[in-house]
């Protein structure tokens, strides 16, 4: 099955995920781009709950196999993109 959603926040580690699918398994495999830089990764189910303000499912994903190199260019992604908000 594939499902179309949203990256609402990215980590090194994870991802948390916006969608309307109703996503029954526990694993999955996640493909995504950050700046015209494709990734895939295998990844695990950690958390799921419904938005109260839209009825869409958030899915809080844990990455299992990105490799360290993916790792690292997501890693500097965030770095480069937090804003300071003092």
């Not at 799921?48 to 299992?64: A, H, I, V």
């Amino acid at each position: 099955d594939k499902y179309k959603g949203n990256t609402l926040d990215i980590s090194s580690g994870g991802i948390l995920m916006e969608t309307e699918e109703n996503i029954k398994s526990k694993d999955i495999r996640v493909f995504f781009n950050i700046e015209g830089q494709a990734y895939t990764s295998k990844a695990k189910v950690i958390k799921k709950r419904t938005s109260y303000k839209n009825g869409t499912y958030l899915y809080n994903l844990k990455f299992n196999g990105l490799s360290g190199r993916h790792k690292g260019q997501i890693q500097r992604f965030v770095m480069n993109n937090v804003t300071n908000k003092s």
